[in-house]
């Protein structure tokens, strides 16, 4: 069984368009994060969640938004799509006590024409 | 921005032991080292974290230095399937993972 899983795994629009990515755990977490691969592969965390606290990295355009259903789940919203949105998106879980290993998922390759 | 410094790249006969060094100098007292791999087109994976001992598992050790200055990854033997981007990770434990990647190593096993 896949521990965390995002759909689509690849994902083409236009311009201006707003976009969902959908995320699902199963490992029973608490905390659920949103990265960005950009095409230089740096990867860079946008949220942190939990179902106490959003922790948004500063560098976020308001855009973005993660919501959450229910634990298990963390979508990413994306509005107004604009090209150097282009990149790899990556969602990962975690427990939220102490140091311990993040889960993260095979990522969706965001394509804005 | 990241805190750790490693090389680009490094190469590595398959079989053979894959070091793969990084220095942390300004890391803090309640600060952990962690270190994920990246194989092509896949999700980030973890591999090992430490605090101030030496730690083992099943895919690698983790040696840090006395004054937790450096560290260094061991793959005992590597193999072709361990070609990816090692990174290694500065945090501290609270309060989730929100794990900052800085460039990391590309290493490429050599058969």
């Known amino acids: 069984d896949t521990a965390v899983s995002q759909t689509p795994k690849y994902l083409v629009t236009q311009m201006g368009n707003d976009k969902s990515i959908k995320c699902e755990q199963n490992?029973?977490?608490?905390?659920m994060y949103w990265y960005k691969q950009d095409s230089k592969k740096f990867l860079k965390i946008m949220f942190s969640y939990n179902n106490k606290e959003l922790i948004i990295n500063e560098t976020v355009p308001n855009r973005f938004s993660p919501k959450s259903p229910d634990k298990a789940h963390l979508n990413l919203h994306i509005n107004s799509l604009e090209l150097g949105d282009s990149a790899v998106y990556f969602c990962?879980?975690?427990?939220?006590?102490?140091?311990?290993?993040?889960?993260f998922g095979q990522g969706t390759r965001l394509t804005v024409v | 921005d990241a805190k750790t410094t490693q090389p680009t790249s490094m190469d590595c006969a398959e079989g053979r032991a894959a070091n793969l060094p990084c220095n942390h100098s300004t890391i803090s007292g309640n600060e952990y080292v962690y270190w994920y791999r990246q194989i092509h087109s896949q999700g980030p994976q973890y591999i090992i974290h430490?605090?101030?001992n030496n730690e083992t598992n099943e895919m690698a050790s983790l040696i840090i230095t006395e004054d937790r200055k450096s560290s260094t990854l061991i793959l005992p033997h590597a193999t072709l399937r361990d070609t990816a981007v090692y990174y290694c990770i500065v945090e501290s434990g609270n309060a989730g993972n929100m794990l900052t990647f800085g460039g990391g190593t590309r290493l490429m096993v050599k058969p």
């Open positions: 430490g605090l101030k």
């Open positions: 490992l029973g977490h608490d905390t």
């Open positions: 990962a879980s975690s427990t939220r006590q102490g140091p311990t290993e993040a889960f």
